[in-house]
């Protein structure tokens, strides 16, 4: 029977703090740009010209028709051999925290699409009429109009969306990155305490996972009330 011996955990945070950071960054920067990227695809999904419309769902049901960790593989694999072509980067350079963004970025904009797709759809066609009523182009209408009210109402989706990427994280393992599985893993391997830490990361990612759960539903309730 295994006994268990949580002496590791103590000397080692300061390593797993490191990964948490990097995990963390990971998800920041992807949430952005995919909420950016995601609005342009979902509006273009919108368009009312064919081959645009064509294009963003030809990419929203590739990236989500294919798993997360062969996309982080192919941009572990693609992107430093890319930089370095066209920008002249020495080769061995250490890129895997910009193939794991990247790839995580482009990966979660497709989801968001779908989510801000859904939202503008939400939105009464009688906003888009009353805006062009007033004299406002398309751009105008859904800049000011039609999206302000559409992320009121997705704000709690892409929240979820955030904390699922947040879990999703610790698929770097593919790039060899340190993020706060990772680093966890390292521990418990080298000390030969494998089960502990994987049982102590386990734990940080359901506390960190459960208590953002509740401040959205918490902020749902919210909405639902103002």
Wanted: one cysteine or more; a positive charge.
């Amino acid at each position: 029977m295994h006994e268990f011996d949580w002496s590791s955990i103590p000397g080692s945070l300061p390593f797993l703090w490191q990964g948490m950071l990097v995990s963390l960054k990971i998800t920041g920067v992807a949430v952005v740009f995919g909420i950016v990227w995601g609005t342009v695809l979902a509006m273009a999904r919108l368009s009312s010209i064919k081959p645009l419309a064509w294009l963003a769902a030809g990419y929203v049901n590739l990236f989500r028709a294919v798993p997360l960790v062969m996309v982080l593989l192919w941009f572990f694999l693609i992107v430093p051999q890319l930089l370095e072509s066209l920008l002249g980067m020495p080769a061995g350079t250490d890129m895997r925290m910009s193939s794991a963004i990247t790839g995580f970025a482009l990966f979660e904009a497709a989801y968001y699409s779908e989510i801000i797709r859904a939202g503008i759809q939400s939105v009464s066609k009688g906003q888009m009429a009353a805006a062009s009523a007033l004299g406002m182009s398309y751009g105008q209408s859904m800049r000011l109009v039609v999206l302000p009210q559409a992320f009121r109402n997705m704000v709690p989706l892409l929240l979820t969306q955030g904390i699922i990427l947040f879990q999703d994280t610790s698929l770097v393992y593919v790039s060899a990155l340190a993020d706060f599985f990772g680093a966890a893993y390292k521990v418990g391997d080298r000390d030969g305490r494998l089960v502990e830490m994987l049982l102590f990361a386990g734990a940080v990612y359901f506390v960190l996972c459960f208590v953002a759960s509740q401040l959205v539903r918490h902020y749902q309730k919210k909405l639902k009330t103002a």
